[in-house]
Structure formats: C-alpha cells, structure tokens
C-alpha cells in the first residue's frame, strides 16, 4: 500500500544513516552528527554543492548529498588527505564518488532487510548557486535522469557536520525484481560531472 | 611491489593510493579506465592489479576479461574495489577472473587483508 507523502519509512532512515555514518567514518575519517528526519516537502536546503544517484527496482527514488561549499572543500581535502585550501578540481569527483558510496552502501543494506534489488545510476554532482525550480523534469526527456520517479516523496535525510543528506522515494511497481543494468558496463543515468541534475533538486 | 590501479574517479584512485602507501607500498601507477589499464600493462609489469567495476571506455569486467587473456599479465593477482556488493556481481567478477574483492567503503586493514590473502606465497 502506499504510504501518505508525509509517511516516514523509518527502515529507508535507518539504514540511510547507517550508511552515511560508515562511509563517512572510513572515508572521511569523520563522525556523522544526526538531526531528526524531516516528514514532507520541508526545509529546502541551501547548499551550493549537491550530489546525487538514482535508484530504481521495486522502489524508486534519488539519494542527495547536499553541502555548503566550504563543508565539500572541507570533505574532499579529509578524503584526498590534503589540506582544504588545495583543493580545486577535484571537489565535483569526490562529492560524486562520496555520493556513490552512501547510495551503495544503502544499496546493499536495503537488499539485506528486505531483499530488493535495485540498479543505480552514476554520480551526478552539481556546484553553484541560484539554481533554476522545474517540475517539468518527469516529461522533459532529460537524459540525465531517467528513472526519476514522477510521483516523488520524501522520506527523510541525515545532516553531517557539513551538509545534508536527503532520500526522495517512490514507489514504482513495475520495476520489480530490476536487474542492474550496465549498457557499455556502466549503471544507467548521466555522466559525473557538473550541471546535470538541476530538475532534480525541487523538492 | 608494484601495483596499477585502474579507476575512473580519480579521488577513488588518490584514496586508494594513500592506503597502498600507508601499507608501505610506493610504487604505483593509475589508470582512468580499462583500455588505459591494458596500455599500462603493456608498457610495464606490475604485480597487482587493483581495479573499479563501473567505469566508461571499457569495464572493470570487461578489463579483467582481456588481462586473463593477455600470455604475459594472465597470472597477474587482481583485486576489485567497487560498491557492487550483490551476491550476483560477486560471484560475476570471480568469474571474470577478479582474485579478491573489496566492497566500498573500506578500511586500510581490509585493503591489507585482501592484498596479502591473494599475494602468491
């Protein structure tokens, strides 16, 4: 049965912080601090840097990191192991590859608790501000987001020291049992890199 | 010991490198993706190979498939480090030839667990 939008799937929660709190832990050699999840459309986080990967199987949905431009700085330099005003280039590769770890890890626990099995799509980070609000995302044929689900709902998120971590899901019953899928050996969904997933952050 | 590393991001490849060298191994070469990793192997030997599954150009599987299939890197011991943890992309990369397997994220002391367990002895 589908839940009411404002429903939090508190196993979704538990298992995303425990998640995050593990790669967080052993990535970025950093402890997680926990606020309490937020039910519905609330809060619209003001980040400057946004990470996100798809999922899709029997349940779908996105996992996005969001953070201030000086907490991705601050992650990048701890995962690299290098002193924050050095890095450049490198922040939109290590959101991404940070993004992916989260969304794998959840991946992998949410096969253990309930046995699904869901494909994921490659990081996409976006780095900037003022960015542009779209609903129209579901029927634009935006390739960088196919599997995006057209009645989304959010679940709840987890908020580290530097930023926020959110989980947009929805129910999708015709993806049950999805295999991942790995056209050219790659998970579907766009490339990593920046300005991709502007129609996914209208929460 | 020699290693090559065969990763599309390049943070997983400076991570990976900093754990290698944490481990008192110092001589490391990158590559971005598997058509890369199979140019480097032919430019030098290495003695572990430590690859991505997910990465454009040509897989980690796909990568792994072609070094069993090259006569002078055939032996070579490989270790994947991905977030493919299903029981099915396992048992798929032992079948492509992967010696060990690590999933994402991990720890200095699983990465050493895993590079010792499949170093000939």
């Known amino acids: ?203 | 010991m020699r290693f090559l590393i065969v990763d599309d991001s390049s943070t997983m490849r400076r991570i990976i490198i900093n754990t290698l060298n944490k481990l008192g191994h110092q001589d490391v070469q990158e590559a971005g993706n598997g058509k890369e990793g199979l140019e480097r192997l032919t430019s030098g030997a290495v003695d572990m190979i430590i690859t991505d599954w997910n990465m454009p150009e040509m897989s980690g599987i796909d990568f792994i498939r072609a070094v069993r299939t090259t006569s002078n890197v055939k032996d070579v011991p490989v270790l994947m480090v991905t977030t493919n943890a299903a029981k099915d992309d396992i048992v798929e990369a032992l079948k492509a030839g992967v010696n060990s397997y690590v999933v994402k994220p991990f720890t200095p002391e699983t990465m050493k667990e895993k590079i010792e367990a499949v170093l000939p002895r």
Request: aromatic share 6%.
């Open chain 1, 1 to 203: 049965m589908p839940m009411p939008s404002t429903q939090i799937d508190t196993q979704f929660v538990n298992e995303l912080l425990a998640a995050t709190r593990d790669v967080f832990k052993t990535m970025v050699f950093q402890e997680v601090e926990t606020a309490s999840p937020i039910a519905g459309d609330a809060l619209r986080p003001g980040a400057n840097v946004v990470g996100t990967v798809a999922f899709a199987g029997k349940t779908s949905g996105i996992v996005a990191f969001y953070s201030t431009l000086e907490g991705a700085q601050a992650i990048t330099a701890k995962m690299l192991g290098i002193e924050p005003a050095n890095v450049n280039g490198e922040l939109p590769d290590a959101i991404g590859e940070l993004t992916n770890m989260i969304a794998g890890s959840f991946r992998t626990r949410m096969a253990g608790v309930r046995g699904e099995t869901w494909a994921i799509s490659v990081p996409t980070v976006t780095v900037g501000s003022a960015w542009v609000e779209s609903n129209d995302w579901a029927d634009s044929g935006d390739a960088a987001m196919p599997m995006l689900p057209a009645r989304r709902r959010c679940a709840g998120h987890a908020r580290s020291q530097a930023g926020q971590l959110r989980l947009l899901r929805a129910d999708a019953g015709d993806h049950h049992g999805q295999r991942r899928h790995r056209p050219n050996g790659n998970r579907f969904g766009a490339q990593r890199g920046a300005g991709n997933v502007l129609h996914a952050l209208n929460l």
